[in-house]
């Protein structure tokens, strides 16, 4: 005759039991690998798409604009860039983030997942929008540098943020005081803010 073999109550609960504990481990570190690779490709996404658009205007010789947007087709004229942005050409160089005329609409980017928040600060041409000229500078009468942060529900301490200065080109912020914040565009070691 043969035994029946297989697991006793103990030892199934003892497996249970090891199984939640590992969860309860595992489970919060999982959560944070997540956001911080959301954080990390968002942030990837709009430094390409911002050179992106400078490139466009340097080879279609033309102003080329980059703006919130959040139903694919004109510029929300808000702050609010998760919504998602538009790169458009301006083909008669007025500069008025309008797509009208000869304008040609050159890429869609839907809204940010994960709620996080996408805001600018510093630039001097309005909310909502960056305009590169024909040789890739920012265009504006009064052209400022400015900073693009992302942030998720964990606040400043985790955001990402870009710098784009007159000449046009990017680079990921620094935390130049060492607070474990990155620092704004200006230089005076301020640190960005969240929404």
């Not at 710098?163 to 200006?186: E, K, P, Q, Y």
Request: one cysteine or more; hydrophobic letters at 35%.
């Amino acid at each position: 005759m043969k035994s029946a073999q297989g697991f006793t109550l103990i030892e199934l609960m003892v497996t249970v039991v090891i199984v939640a504990i590992l969860g309860g481990i595992i489970a919060p570190n999982f959560s944070t690998f997540i956001k911080d690779n959301r954080l990390s490709g968002q942030i990837n996404t709009l430094i390409g798409a911002i050179h992106y658009a400078r490139g466009e205007a340097a080879s279609r010789r033309t102003i080329v604009t980059i703006c919130a947007s959040s139903n694919g087709s004109s510029c929300n004229d808000s702050n609010n860039w998760e919504t998602g942005w538009i790169i458009f050409s301006d083909g008669n160089n007025s500069g008025n983030a309008v797509i009208d005329g000869s304008d040609e609409l050159i890429l869609y980017q839907e809204a940010l997942e994960g709620g996080n928040t996408l805001r600018e600060s510093g630039f001097s041409f309005g909310t909502g929008k960056l305009h590169f000229n024909a040789n890739g500078f920012l265009y504006a009468s009064d052209p400022s540098s400015g900073t693009m942060t992302l942030c998720d529900d964990r606040g400043a301490s985790e955001a990402k943020a870009i710098v784009v200065n007159i000449s046009g080109t990017s680079r990921l912020a620094t935390d130049d005081n060492n607070d474990g914040i990155f620092n704004d565009h200006d230089g005076s070691a301020s640190n960005i803010s969240c929404p």
